[in-house]
């Protein structure tokens, strides 16, 4: 999955991506945690996902046509941080994607991935995102579907009668 760069979702930019007929927008917070924003190398901040989502509202996009990617499963991260950034998301009233992390060889997070996994990460099958090969012990798939259905769970609250 990928989505549009939060840093660069300036008024202008949003505005024009609605008047050439966007209907859906994503993008990408990958997580809430300034610490592992800056471990992921400082992509995304807190105040310029708020700033981007801002601008999206104010260029005329309803909740509805914005998704948020968030990741699970990144090494070193736990249930605690994947749920604050779900939350972060849900204060907007945003769809949140959540997206599970896979290892890539040769990627800045692959030395970390190697040491966070409880696999042999080397071996390309076990690379596999659905298995969340680098989540840690409170962060399996039973937790994963736990969240999503969290999520699912608001929306359907938010539903008219």
């Known amino acids: 999955a990928s989505g549009i760069s939060i840093r660069g979702l300036k008024l ?6 609605k008047r050439a007929g966007f209907r859906t927008v994503r993008i990408g ?10 471990r992921l190398g400082g ?5 310029e996902f708020e700033a981007a989502c801002a601008n999206l509202a104010e260029a005329g996009f ?11 499963g ?7 941080e ?5 939350d972060l998301v849900l204060q907007h009233g945003l ?3 959540l997206t599970e992390y896979s290892p890539i060889p040769g990627s800045p997070l692959f030395e970390a991935s190697c040491a966070a996994s409880r ?3 080397s071996e390309p099958l076990l690379q596999n995102p659905t298995i969340l090969p680098c989540g840690g012990p409170d962060l399996g798939i039973n937790e994963v579907n736990i969240i999503k259905r969290r999520i699912a769970g608001f929306f359907r609250q938010k539903l008219p009668a």
């Open 62 to 72: 309803s909740k509805d046509e914005v998704g948020v990617y968030v990741m699970v």
């Open 74 to 80: 990144l090494p070193e991260q736990n249930r605690e």
């Open 29 to 38: 917070l990958e997580t809430a945690d300034p610490a592992t924003q800056r």
């Open 12 to 17: 202008e930019t949003a505005r024009a991506m």
């Open 82 to 86: 994947v749920e604050r950034s779900v």
């Open 119 to 121: 696999y042999d990460v």
């Open 95 to 97: 769809r949140v994607h």
């Open 43 to 47: 992509k995304v901040t807190n105040d």
